[in-house]
T-cell receptor, first 115, second 113 residues
Framework: EAGVAQSPRYKIIEKRQSVAFWCNPI?????LYWYQQILGQGPKLLIQFQNNGVVDDSQLPKDRFSAERLKGVDSTLKIQPAKLEDSAVYLC?????????????FGPGTRLLVL | GENVEQHPSTLSVQEGDSAVIKCTYSDSASNYFPWYKQELGKGPQLIIDIRSNVGEKKDQRIAVTLNKTAKHFSLHITETQPEDSAVYFCAAELQGGSEKLVFGKGTKLTVNP
């Protein structure tokens, strides 16, 4: 079974520029998560999708971050414009149904550096 | 909301020794507590989890204990090996609406050969 795929693996941009990350979850997984992991901290949930609908985006800075999962499979996360404090690893995870006590499988992440 | 505290932030042990990492949580309704291992340049990988209807779970050299009354849970690694070196994260599932995981800040474990 192929794991969660993410691209790019690394990205360096200047502040005020825009950037987009892509995620392909495990085949058949209905639930997709985007996390932000700042250096030295645990992952923090940004947004959770169930199929192509948003379940939770309470911690997504909506003035600059957006995400979509149009066909209920792949997802993109965009930052526009980027700030220095957005430097972090952006992790995508998926689970089968997004129900209680279900395992989340993480991708390798995209490491973003904002200069 | 849920808050998860994890200690220690760094832990260094000799190969063969045991390692213990402790976490506390604030939401008494939480019922699911996974532990993830993150190696350099990789995403977190689930290594063991425990649900609130049990107090202890073991998988080879790894065990997790849960004390719901005190709202804390611990990861125990016995007979540590250099390949156990990584950052370990505990998490608690926040209930109500979305089944969201709240992570601790992580413990960097170094196993010295």
């Amino acid at each position: 079974e192929a794991g969660v795929a993410q691209s790019p693996r690394y990205k360096i941009i200047e502040k005020r520029q825009s950037v987009a990350f892509w995620c392909n979850p495990i085949s058949g997984h209905a639930t997709l998560y985007w996390y932000q992991q700042i250096l030295g901290q645990g992952p923090k949930l940004l947004i959770q999708f169930q199929n192509n609908g948003v379940v939770d985006d309470s911690q997504l800075p909506k003035d600059r971050f957006s995400a979509e999962r149009l066909k209920g499979v792949d997802s993109t996360l965009k930052i526009q414009p980027a700030k220095l404090e957005d430097s972090a690893v952006y992790l995508c995870a998926s689970s089968r149904q997004g129900v209680l006590q279900e395992t989340q499988y993480f991708g390798p992440g995209t490491r973003l550096l904002v200069l | 909301g849920e808050n998860v505290e994890q200690h220690p932030s760094t832990l260094s042990v000799q190969e063969g020794d045991s390692a213990v990492i402790k976490c506390t949580y604030s939401d008494s309704a939480s019922n699911y507590f996974p532990w993830y291992k993150q190696e350099l340049g990789k995403g977190p990988q689930l290594i063991i989890d425990i649900r609130s209807n049990v107090g202890e779970k073991k998988d080879q050299r790894i065990a997790v204990t849960l004390n719901k009354t005190a709202k804390h849970f611990s990861l125990h690694i016995t007979e540590t090996q250099p390949e156990d070196s990584a950052v370990y994260f505990c998490a608690a599932e926040l209930q109500g609406g979305s089944e969201k995981l709240v992570f601790g800040k992580g413990t960097k474990l170094t196993v010295n050969p």
